[in-house]
């Protein structure tokens, strides 16, 4: 499959690299900046989050910064030695930090059902749920139940993860759940004909990102539609010109980063790209702040509300979120 050069001129605008002149109000803002800006009644400090992903990148930032500042946060990852290798290190350096690694495998609903089970025998509340890990341009595959490979681990795992954790956030007292997605979301729409691309004849890796990141946004939607009159608020985001820098980026090609602008052939990243701090503001921003509440179902990107760049994603109407979420409840229960 050929990408049109439209499609891949939107992602390349997304990830291009700013000038100074060009960077917006509160680009260079850092998830601590924002923690350090809340108001003392939004404190984090007491709190439970759970983090997917949260052992490296800006998974690890967000995890990093939450815990530092009192909050329990609950790390999901498939990797226990890179889990507990990152606790470790946030707890070398903020002896009080309370985090804690609870097996999760995206790639596998029983493991997201199981992680569930595992983080309710801890007897903790929930306060907030980040939608963080995800793969990227990887080449074609499909998870254990047979989804393509960046959709089901995108989308569908965290699709079922939210719906079993709604409830414990609504006991809680109320909420947010952050779906991190990408200005990628602008190649491609859900391709609600053909999720899989006809079993992979028709694969192409940026498409196939692209869809699963319009679906985070519209994954979004749909759960704030259900469940913002019970006090949960739900938000995607987008991080910003910085991912390519984190491990998610590891199956770019150097060629694409270059063409990109995002490096030189000598390797180093544009000044413009974010640091990883940068880049883990706004889904922490989407996480905690007040500015925002009563606004659930936006999209947040240099942590404010932003306009999604296609059109599916705007979903002005609520019916694209609508048919996603019935789309993967199907999938889920088959």
Not at 37 to 58: C, E, F, N
Not at 129 to 146: D, E, I, R, S, W
Request: charged share 20%.
């Amino acid at each position: 499959m050929v990408l049109s050069a439209r499609s891949i001129e939107h992602f390349r605008k997304s990830y291009l690299p700013l000038t100074k002149e060009e960077e917006p109000e509160r680009y260079r803002w850092t998830a601590d900046g924002v923690l350090d800006r809340l108001p003392d009644a939004h404190s984090v400090k007491g709190k439970t989050y759970i983090v997917t992903g949260g052992h490296s990148g800006l998974g690890g930032e967000a995890t990093r910064a939450l815990a530092a500042r009192g909050a329990t946060v609950i790390v999901g990852s498939r990797s226990p030695s890179s889990a507990e290798k990152a606790i470790k290190d946030i707890q070398s350096a903020h002896p009080n930090a309370d985090v804690r690694y609870i097996h999760l495998d995206l790639c596998d609903l029983d493991s997201v059902r199981q992680f569930v089970k595992d983080f309710h025998a801890t007897g903790l509340p929930l306060n907030g749920l980040v939608c963080n890990a995800g793969v990227m341009f990887t080449p074609y595959g499909t998870t254990k139940q047979g989804f393509e490979l960046q959709f089901g681990t995108n989308h569908v795992a965290h699709h079922l993860l939210i719906q079993l954790l709604m409830d414990d956030i609504v006991k809680s007292g109320g909420g947010r759940v952050v779906c991190v997605s990408s200005g990628g979301h602008s190649i491609s729409p859900v391709r609600f004909h053909d999720l899989g691309f006809n079993h992979g004849k028709d694969y192409h890796k940026l498409e196939s990102y692209g869809q699963s990141k319009t679906a985070n946004i519209l994954c979004a939607k749909a759960f704030n539609e259900l469940y913002s009159a019970k006090g949960v608020e739900c938000f995607s985001t987008h991080p910003g010109k910085c991912t390519i820098k984190t491990d998610i980026g590891r199956h770019m090609e150097r060629s694409e980063i270059v063409g990109w602008a995002s490096m030189d052939e000598e390797g180093n990243m544009h000044p413009g790209f974010k640091s990883i701090p940068e880049g883990a503001a706004t889904q922490v921003y989407a996480l905690t702040s007040p500015e925002i509440t009563g606004k659930g179902g936006a999209y947040l990107m240099d942590s404010h509300i932003a306009e999604p760049l296609h059109d599916q994603a705007r979903d002005v109407t609520g019916e694209n979120s609508r048919h996603l979420y019935e789309v993967t409840e199907k999938l889920i229960a088959a």
